[in-house]
T-cell receptor
Framework: GIQVEQSPPDLILQEGANSTLRCNFSDSVNNLQWFHQNPWGQLINLFYIPSGTKQNGRLSATTVATERYSLLYISSSQTTDSGVYFCAVPTNFGNEKLTFGTGTRLTIIP | GAGVSQSPSNKVTEKGKDVELRCDPISGHTALYWYRQSLGQGLEFLIYFQGNSAPDKSGLPSDRFSAERTGGSVSTLTIQRTQQEDSAVYLC??????????????FGPGTRLTVL
């Protein structure tokens, strides 16, 4: 099945800093999603981004499907941004099962 | 409802007992998924429903696990004769039509299952 790797695995930043999280996947995909799992375990959908760039407030994401990667940008980090960020893609083209990446644990220090 | 809801939020049971976990998807969402997440681990797919049918049950760990969905809405995940390795957070998710190029997936808050 498809392999999904994220980097870096851990990131510790001061409040106000910017960051870039990367998601690499091993095969062609027709969609990609970014999720934030907060410290209480809730998974929140950030972006559904098959290709191109989307922005939502301080967050933006870019997927380059032809090169098999996606980037999540977080600007002016806040402590509430702390948690684990996952990207997820369909396991096989047209398949409904999502394969989740290894995750990036982000810690924002006040 | 406004989001995916799950009940109970926490469940502690003794080894060998049966448990039922409930999921209410977002109204109108035809696709429903169950995942589980062990402590500090990633998400493990269990089963996918489209309407009341389950085209993909490939993630169910054993025949002790079963799930059903009725009325194209509420789903119940049943674990029989629970074992300690079943301890995990069980997450339900829904999407409008499905993930295959057709829309985002929304997760519920999860049910934390502890088997003593």
């Amino acid at each position: 099945g498809i392999q999904v790797e994220q980097s870096p695995p851990d990131l510790i930043l001061q409040e106000g800093a910017n960051s870039t999280l990367r998601c690499n996947f091993s095969d062609s995909v027709n969609n990609l999603q970014w999720f934030h799992q907060n410290p209480w375990g809730q998974l929140i959908n950030l972006f559904y981004i098959p290709s191109g760039t989307k922005q939502n407030g301080r967050l933006s994401a870019t997927t380059v499907a032809t090169e098999r990667y996606s980037l999540l940008y977080i600007s002016s980090s806040q402590t509430t941004d702390s948690g684990v960020y996952f990207c997820a893609v369909p396991t096989n083209f047209g398949n409904e099962k999502l394969t989740f990446g290894t995750g990036t644990r982000l810690t924002i220090i006040p | 409802g406004a989001g995916v809801s799950q009940s109970p939020s926490n469940k502690v049971t003794e080894k060998g007992k049966d448990v039922e976990l409930r999921c209410d998807p977002i109204s109108g969402h035809t696709a429903l998924y169950w995942y589980r997440q062990s402590l500090g681990q990633g998400l493990e797919f269990l089963i996918y429903f489209q309407g009341n049918s389950a085209p993909d049950k490939s993630g169910l760990p054993s025949d002790r696990f079963s799930a059903e969905r009725t009325g194209g809405s509420v789903s119940t995940l049943t674990i029989q004769r629970t074992q300690q390795e079943d301890s995990a957070v069980y997450l339900c998710a829904s999407s409008l039509l499905g993930t295959s190029g057709r829309g985002p997936t929304f997760f519920g808050p999860g049910t934390r299952l502890t088997v003593l």
